[in-house]
């Protein structure tokens, strides 16, 4: 059972909250060691599906259903981001997080394609045989 969208927009809202300030809480830890520094980027794209959420959701309230999110500002956005608050951690983080985006927004898009998208229609030709 899902929710509405002005409520998932304040639930994605404080998740990003959340993420961010136990990124900010753990620092010295999440820079530490390299593993550590890739959960660090890990936690960025984190903040990028919840970002690129809430952006979704309040424009959904805003504009009506049939709102869709583009890449330019609404992705660019979310993806800028959270690579900035990221590169708050460490500059690894950066880096880590923009390739744990990608393939997160790949896999979204793809979802999305298989829920959302019509069903494809059989061509027929227009010659009859006789």
Known sequence: MGVTSGVSF???SLL?????AAMQLFQTELASSQWLTILGGFLGSVIFIFT???INNFEVVLFGKGFQAR????VAGALVFAMFISGLV???????CLLFSIL????MNKISQGIYAPPPVAQTSGKKRK
């Open 10 to 12: 304040i639930l994605s």
């Open 16 to 20: 990003v909250v959340t993420v961010f």
């Open 52 to 54: 690129l959420t809430a």
């Open 71 to 74: 890449f330019f500002p609404e």
């Open 90 to 96: 460490h500059r690894v983080c950066v880096t880590t």
């Open 104 to 107: 997160a927004l790949y896999y």
